[in-house]
């Protein structure tokens, strides 16, 4: 998939402004019983709320969702307009002329599909987007490049990189190690780098959204050379076998920890059946081939993923792994995982 495909798979995404409004004695909510609509400001139109939005409005506002089904329109507006006395400033979520949501001010980092896709174009040669997935509001890039590395002989990789990222700032980019293994096409997460952006530091200058690009493109470039790294963590799992009658609890303990359920499970262990397993490696490719060929609800795949890459880490992996741990038997639960957050640069 190249860029304008990318583009062209966000639209959606892309059609959804936010605006800025600054609290003036015009500015009004009106209720009815049929829909809610409100004015912005002086001399500005009325902009009608979608009923997500109408939810969101609430919320935002403190209101008991009990309490809203059980006043009328009439003082619903009155107590809603009330509430929104103490906002000073607020941003309107804006799609095709109506509002989908409110929010604080800034709450987050946006960034634009656009210029992620031209930041990424700089950093990686030849960038191949091999997966676009969008949750909600937040975008999720597997890209990968024309680098590649040899796990073991039949087995090459392609480096990438995986970008977090929201172009309305609903939560903060994050930049991540990347790998596609190309005898099956898994894209496989790994944490030698992970990068979660933060304002603060200054180092970008007195811009801050001139540190946001600055932080993203180093966190691009680090990630998309992590390859080697990731590559030699595979290597070493390769040689971590596992003895015959500890294979099927490992898997088992890897299912429950990924959350796989149902299609996913199943796909898992009949593929553990048809190529039994024989090393760590062997079952990080079964999970990660779950992530990337079965699971499609983006949250499902973010939670497979936290635990392979749990499971890549060499302190993590020997207290969950049973051929580590001494005592036999026992599966400890997984660690979280250690997110480094870098400040802007």
């Known amino acids: 998939m190249k860029a304008n495909d990318v583009l062209d798979h966000l639209k959606d995404v892309r059609s959804v402004t936010a605006k800025v409004v600054d609290r003036e004695p015009a500015t009004k909510i009106v209720v009815t019983p049929d829909m809610v609509t409100m004015r912005p400001g002086k001399g500005k139109r009325l902009l009608e709320v979608e009923k997500d939005g109408v939810k969101d409005l609430f919320q935002f506002l403190h209101m008991p969702p009990d309490m809203v089904g059980k006043i009328m329109p009439t003082t619903c507006g009155q107590v809603a307009n009330d509430l929104?006395?103490?906002?000073?400033?607020?941003?309107?979520?804006?799609?095709?002329?109506?509002?989908?949501?409110?929010?604080?001010?800034?709450?987050?980092?946006?960034?634009?599909?656009?210029?992620?896709?031209?930041?990424?174009?700089?950093?990686?040669?030849?960038?191949?987007?091999?997966?676009?997935?969008?949750?909600?509001?937040?975008?999720?890039?597997?890209?990968?490049?024309?680098?590649?590395?040899?796990?073991?002989?039949?087995?090459?990789?392609?480096?990438?990189?995986?970008?977090?990222?929201?172009?309305?700032?609903?939560?903060?980019?994050?930049?991540?190690?990347?790998?596609?293994?190309?005898?099956?096409?898994?894209?496989?997460?790994?944490?030698?780098?992970?990068?979660?952006?933060?304002?603060?530091?200054?180092?970008?200058?007195?811009?801050?959204?001139?540190?946001?690009?600055?932080?993203?493109?180093?966190?691009?470039?680090?990630?998309?050379?992590?390859?080697?790294?990731?590559?030699?963590?595979?290597?070493?799992?390769?040689?971590?076998?596992?003895?015959?009658?500890?294979?099927?609890?490992?898997?088992?303990?890897?299912?429950?920890?990924?959350?796989?359920?149902?299609?996913?499970?199943?796909?898992?262990?009949?593929?553990?059946?048809?190529?039994?397993?024989r090393n760590s490696y062997d079952i990080l490719n079964l999970i990660t081939y779950a992530t990337s060929h079965v699971l499609e609800d983006p949250k499902q795949i973010h939670r497979a993923r936290r635990a392979t890459e749990v499971f890549q880490d060499n302190d993590s992996h020997a207290l969950f792994c049973p051929v580590c741990r001494k005592a036999r038997g026992q599966v400890a639960a997984l660690p979280a995982p250690r997110a480094e957050a870098t400040q802007a640069s």
Not at 165 to 176: A, C, E, R
Not at 178 to 198: A, I, K, P, Q
Not at 243 to 259: F, Q, S, T, W
Request: hydrophobic share 40%.
């Open 84 to 277: 929104l006395g103490h906002k000073e400033r607020f941003e309107l979520l804006v799609k095709d002329g109506k509002i989908i949501g409110f929010r604080a001010p800034h709450a987050g980092h946006s960034m634009s599909p656009e210029r992620v896709l031209e930041s990424i174009e700089k950093v990686v040669e030849k960038p191949d987007y091999h997966k676009v997935a969008v949750d909600g509001q937040n975008v999720n890039l597997e890209i990968v490049g024309i680098d590649k590395a040899t796990v073991t002989r039949g087995d090459v990789v392609r480096a990438g990189a995986l970008v977090k990222f929201s172009p309305l700032g609903i939560s903060n980019p994050i930049v991540q190690s990347f790998v596609m293994r190309l005898v099956c096409t898994n894209g496989m997460t790994s944490s030698t780098v992970l990068r979660e952006y933060s304002f603060g530091g200054g180092r970008g200058g007195d811009d801050k959204k001139d540190g946001l690009w600055s932080w993203f493109r180093k966190g691009l470039k680090e990630a998309y050379g992590s390859y080697s790294k990731v590559v030699e963590r595979y290597q070493q799992m390769i040689k971590d076998e596992i003895p015959e009658a500890e294979r099927a609890m490992m898997l088992e303990a890897m299912i429950k920890e990924a959350g796989l359920k149902d299609e996913a499970a199943a796909t898992v262990r009949t593929m553990a059946i048809d190529t039994p397993i």
